[in-house]
């Protein structure tokens, strides 16, 4: 059935619960690639140097932060490949998925407030309304 999927997670809970969905579905199709897909976005790069004293700390916090949705994939005993990028989320998104022959792209909601949503739009919207494959948004 897909032969080529992309979890799209930043360690939310809502991440975490896509990765679910998505052991679910590579059950299905046992000879898919399953990455998980970090994106780096500029704006929160100041912040993550602020807070950290070199690039080995930035980079255990961001494997921390994902350990839990490598955890519910392992235990579906999947190998998924951690792939990271750089950009403004939900575009990276689409062009890792254009670039790579993605099938699906798994990923969770997100929980901006009203006027944020409304001003900015949610990652997985812009996900929905680029993507040239078919996405599936976890709640």
């Known amino acids: 059935m897909y032969?080529?999927?992309?979890?799209?997670?930043?360690?939310?809970?809502?991440?975490v619960r896509a990765a679910a969905e998505a052991a679910k579905l590579a059950r299905i199709s046992p000879q898919a690639l399953i990455d998980v897909l970090l994106v780096i976005d500029?704006?929160?790069?100041?912040?993550?140097?602020?807070?950290?004293?070199?690039?080995?700390?930035?980079?255990?916090?961001?494997?921390?932060?994902?350990?839990?949705v490598l955890d519910i994939l392992q235990q579906a005993e999947l190998t998924p490949k951690l792939?990271?990028?750089?950009?403004?989320?939900?575009?990276?998104?689409?062009?890792?998925?254009?670039?790579?022959?993605?099938?699906?792209?798994?990923?969770?909601?997100?929980?901006?407030?009203?006027?944020?949503?409304?001003?900015?739009?949610?990652?997985s919207h812009k996900v929905v309304k680029r993507a040239h494959c078919p996405v599936l948004i976890v709640k």
């Open 3 to 15: 032969k080529h999927i992309v979890i799209a997670a930043d360690g939310s809970d809502n991440s």
């Open 42 to 68: 500029p704006d929160r790069i100041r912040d993550e140097v602020l807070h950290s004293t070199n690039h080995e700390e930035i980079e255990f916090y961001r494997q921390e932060r994902l350990q839990p």
């Open 83 to 123: 792939t990271t990028v750089k950009g403004e989320p939900g575009p990276a998104i689409v062009k890792y998925a254009d670039e790579n022959a993605v099938d699906l792209i798994v990923i969770g909601t997100r929980g901006l407030n009203a006027l944020q949503e409304f001003v900015l739009g949610s990652v």
